[in-house]
């Protein structure tokens, strides 16, 4: 991988690590190992943003969580972020989200934060990739209830990256700022009766109660699901940058696994779910079945 590559990357780890801290060109330069200029001028290249655009971004979608999930002031979620006044936090949470911190926090409807991705990430998508050691996988039954699915569809995307490439990927961001059955989006692949004309086979949305009457973003669409019994097969913790390995050695236990063993078959008739990889957990994806 290239070395601006691996720089940008640890420019977007610092950020990260230090959010809550005075972030200056001079310190991205620092874990860059480049000048201030080059290093400036790399992070727009493989982030489309320049430092303080994405700073500015990830610290107000760090501000709305807070506001949302915790008892806290507007001008403590500020402060604590970054902020250098709570007005100044007004305005730009106001042109970010398009309302007000205080709006926000007393009703929560969903909105799209800023999901940075790691160039490094980027990177790896454009190469190949070929299992080199055997995973042990975990396999669990697990019943989901009667639910409701709120999703945002595709055109003809059958996977994450062309998914991204149809409906963009602030979607994801969406979905994070709404609360879900299962505490985080999901990503489906949606069998044909549950798919409309011209639409995407697969999907990402958040799980909801059955009786589910509340916001429902503009341009998404809600699906009843039935009670149903899942497997779910995940894998060990791996490192960030071998998530497409990981990924590869949850589908091909899934693919080689005989449910009949523990008395069930594959019920393809309801959505197979995919969670986002997270290196510390290892990577989860569920599949239908039903009893024998």
């Not at 806290?72 to 007004?90: E, K, Q």
């Not at 059955?210 to 998404?220: I, L, S, T, W």
């Not at 969670?275 to 994806?285: F, K, N």
Request: aromatic share 12%.
């Amino acid at each position: 991988m290239k070395e601006q590559i691996l720089a940008v990357q640890r420019m977007q780890d610092y950020i990260d690590a230090h959010l809550d801290e005075k972030i200056g060109l001079a310190e991205l330069a620092g874990v860059s190992l480049f000048s201030p200029w080059y290093s400036y001028r790399l992070f727009i290249e493989h982030t489309g943003l320049t430092p303080a655009s994405y700073i500015r971004r990830l610290r107000l979608a760090r501000a709305a969580m807070r506001l949302k999930n915790e008892d806290v002031r507007v001008i403590d979620a500020a402060f604590d972020l970054g902020f250098g006044s709570a007005d100044g936090f007004t305005r730009a949470f106001t042109r970010e989200f398009g309302m007000c911190p205080a709006e926000y926090e007393s009703d929560p409807v969903p909105i799209t934060l800023f999901v940075p991705y790691g160039a490094k990430f980027r990177a790896l998508r454009k190469d190949s990739f070929s299992m080199k050691n055997t995973s042990n996988v975990f396999i669990q039954v697990i019943s989901k209830p009667r639910r409701r699915v709120i999703c945002k569809r595709g055109i003809k995307a059958e996977d994450y990256f062309p998914y991204c490439e149809e409906v963009g990927c602030d979607v994801w961001g969406t979905l994070l700022s709404m609360d879900s059955l299962c505490g985080e989006p999901v990503c489906l692949w949606l069998p044909e009766k549950y798919r409309k004309p011209d639409t995407s086979k697969y999907v990402q949305g958040v799980e909801a109660a059955a009786d589910y009457d509340g916001c429902v973003p503009e341009g998404f669409d809600v699906i009843e699901l039935p009670a149903a019994d899942y497997l779910m097969f995940q894998g060990e913790p791996f490192k960030e940058e071998d998530y497409c390995d990981a990924i590869n050695a949850v589908q091909n236990a899934i693919n080689g696994y005989d449910p009949s063993v523990i008395g069930y078959v594959w019920n393809d008739n309801e959505p197979r779910i995919q969670l986002e990889p997270r290196g510390a957990r290892g990577y989860i994806e569920l599949r239908a079945v039903k009893k024998k």
